[in-house]
């Protein structure tokens, strides 16, 4: 999962990248609208994290354009204001939830998983490939039942192909999903990735086929 957070305060947001990191999700920040507008051009998120005052102007100005460029996105609201007028104020101006300043990180992750569930941003709760279950709420997968443990990145290639299997996936769509703006890429680490996602996938009945010069399809080996 990517999301993308516009938050001035540095400190802030380099704590909260460090915290969702452990849970397998890619953050992007944008320290002000200018940056934020960019990076909405230029990738696709999942979640929009927003911050009220912002050195260029308010953060809610950006949601109508972030619904614009990505239909659907969820937005959170992550601001000092506590009022009862400005949760109000935000939830009218589109944010589907607001939390205010100082939170707790587990219940920020609650609020994403939340919004993520709702029927308007995820059709399907669950894939079935072969032998291989996606659960998108939940974010896991597993083989005839058992859990599947996958580093993150493998997690968040896996989530990507899964989310349009029987498709092909570029090389560039994947990348945009498993890796943030500050991320140094080496050029054949997504291949890396994917090898080792091929193994661990092999009892469930389940290929990653390349498709040269397109990207890579997910399919049940019966389906090939």
């Known amino acids: 999962m990517r999301i993308l957070l516009v938050e001035d305060d540095q400190g802030l947001a380099q704590a909260l990248k460090s915290a969702l990191a452990a849970h397998s999700i890619v ?24 911050d009220w005052q912002l050195p260029d102007g ?15 996105v969820p937005v959170l609201i992550l601001t000092a204001r506590h009022h009862v007028d400005d949760r109000i104020q935000g939830l009218d101006a589109g944010a589907d939830d607001y939390i205010t300043k100082p939170f707790d990180v587990n219940e920020l992750l609650a609020r994403i998983r939340a919004v993520c569930r709702r029927p308007a941003q995820h059709q399907i709760p669950t894939i079935t490939l072969g032998a291989l279950q996606f659960d998108f709420a939940n974010r896991c997968a597993s083989v005839d039942g058992v859990d599947l443990a996958l580093p993150r990145r493998q997690l968040l290639v896996l989530e990507t192909l899964c989310l349009r299997a029987g498709r092909t996936v570029s090389r560039a769509k ?12 080496e050029s054949n680490t997504l291949e890396s990735h994917i090898s080792r996602l091929r193994r661990a996938l092999a009892p469930a009945g389940v290929e990653i086929h390349a498709m040269r010069g397109l990207g890579y399809l997910l399919q049940a080996t019966d389906e090939a």
């Open 58 to 72: 308010e953060g809610v100005s950006l949601i109508p354009q972030a619904r614009r460029a990505l239909p659907g």
């Open 174 to 185: 994947l990348q945009e999903a498993v890796y943030g703006f500050d991320d140094n890429i």
């Open 27 to 50: 953050l992007d920040v944008a320290s002000d609208l200018a940056q934020a507008r960019q990076a909405l051009s230029q990738a696709d998120y999942r979640v929009l994290i927003l």
